[in-house]
């Protein structure tokens, strides 16, 4: 059983672009105990894509979603 969940929600508006993305990280257990990974991403006010990662290890699952949400930083989203 998973005793804190983990979330980030990013954006990144640019009207002079016409953009406005969002990206979100969770990690989430199903049914079975099985702790994933599940990113979205996509344009604001839509459903989006999704990808589930299954990574074994807390602490590889910790560095991954570091290194994930850093990245989205740098490329100019912002947390909410």
């Given at each position: 059983m998973m005793t804190r969940p983990f979330s980030f929600y990013a954006e990144r508006i640019d009207?002079?672009?016409n953009m406005a993305?969002?990206?979100a990280l969770e990690i989430?257990?199903?049914l079975f105990?099985?702790?994933f990974i599940e990113r979205?991403?996509?344009r604001v006010g839509t459903t989006g894509q999704r990808k589930i990662e299954?990574?074994?290890d807390g602490q590889e699952r910790a560095e991954h979603i570091t290194?994930?949400?850093r990245?989205?930083?740098r490329r100019g989203y912002l947390a909410k």
């Open positions: 009207p002079s672009l993305r969002f990206y989430v257990e199903d105990g099985t702790v979205r991403w996509g299954l990574l074994n290194r994930l949400a990245q989205k930083q």
